[in-house]
């Protein structure tokens, strides 16, 4: 009983630290793609870095954010508001890596994979679990059928994705890849 308020309290420090993570994420999420669609729609200037003729990718950035949040993480160990300003630059340190996460498993590969797209919806909703989800110790029989019921409807709906991104894939996959070829150099 003793060390309940304890793990309450640090329950609740995580949870506002991953809701502030989940923020990074969203918005740079969000702000990455939208930049990217009026770069090659010729909306806004081309802003991509390239370093001899080879386009930077912002997945980049994001490899070096990490490395440089995970170092001051260990290293430094923060507290209060430097661990919360931590946690949201992690939040944009994932969403730019993940967000081109199809290109991790085909190297050369078009910016337009869905397995990026399946990478952020992965990510960002386990980080609404540990941003919102009740602490495992207060699960309740209600919190697991309603689990159990998520957890169907989002298979089920992952199945009916992946089924229209095949479908949609097709007719608009050559059309996508055309204008990512376009806006390069």
């Known amino acids: 009983m003793h060390g309940e308020p304890a793990c309450q309290a640090e329950t609740s420090a995580a949870a506002a630290l991953g809701r502030r993570t989940?923020?990074?994420f969203l918005v740079t999420f969000v702000l990455a793609r939208t930049l990217v669609l009026l770069i090659m729609a010729r909306r806004v200037p081309n802003l991509y870095f390239f370093l001899s003729g080879t386009h930077?990718?912002?997945l980049n950035y994001g490899i070096f954010l990490?490395?440089?949040?995970?170092a001051y993480l260990l290293f430094g160990m923060p507290r209060g508001?430097?661990?919360?300003i931590t946690a949201l630059i992690y939040g944009v340190a994932l969403a730019l890596t993940f967000d081109e996460f199809g290109m991790w498993l085909h190297l050369g590969g078009s910016y337009w994979q869905r397995a990026s797209i399946d990478a952020v919806v992965v990510v960002a909703a386990l980080l609404g679990l540990i941003a919102f989800a009740s602490a495992l110790r207060r699960f309740e029989s209600r919190h697991?059928?309603?689990?159990?019921v998520l957890l169907i409807v989002l298979v089920g709906f992952g199945l009916a994705l992946h089924d229209a991104a095949?479908?949609?894939g097709h007719v608009a996959g050559p059309?996508?890849?055309a204008l990512e070829?376009?806006?390069?150099?």
């Open 22 to 24: 989940l923020f990074g």
């Open 56 to 58: 930077v990718h912002h």
């Open 66 to 70: 990490l490395t440089g949040v995970g």
């Open 81 to 84: 508001r430097a661990l919360r």
């Open 144 to 148: 697991a059928i309603a689990s159990l």
């Open 166 to 168: 095949v479908r949609i």
């Open 175 to 177: 059309r996508l890849e």
């Open 181 to 185: 070829e376009a806006s390069s150099p």
